[in-house]
Nanobody, 126 residues
């Protein structure tokens, strides 16, 4: 059974940093890992993606230069390092995994991912 478990969320002041972790368990061939966030009453939005095929990374414009997605193969864990946090970053953060399929897809779309974690709350105070 595939499981994704996020951790590392919390309360931080504006300008601070947090590192989110997403631990993967279960056997499956994944092509991409993503981080998404969802604010109260809002839709789930793309934050960052890590392509397991070639280790390329992609970011939503507002987090470029502040957030970094990475993967530790040995630990089977994906990280999201978040620096210079802003109150607008407050949301529940979710990690997601996409099973390997051939063909192109939109890595920013939640519907492109097959497995999701339970989410971890990030709150940035001003």
């Amino acid at each position: 059974q595939v499981r994704l478990v996020e951790s590392g969320g919390g309360l931080v002041q504006a300008g601070g940093s947090l590192r989110l972790s997403c631990a993967l368990s279960g056997t499956f061939s994944s092509s991409a890992m993503g981080w998404f966030r969802q604010g109260p009453g809002k839709e789930r939005l793309f934050v960052a993606a890590f392509m397991l095929t070639d280790s390329s990374t992609y970011y939503e414009d507002s987090v470029k230069g502040r957030f970094t997605i990475s993967r530790d193969n040995a630990e089977n864990t994906v990280y999201l390092q978040m620096n210079s946090l802003e109150p607008e970053d407050t949301a529940v953060y979710y990690c997601a995994a996409r099973i390997y399929y051939s063909g192109t897809y939109d890595y920013t779309a939640p519907s492109s991912y097959d497995y999701w974690g339970q989410g971890t709350q990030v709150t940035v105070s001003s």
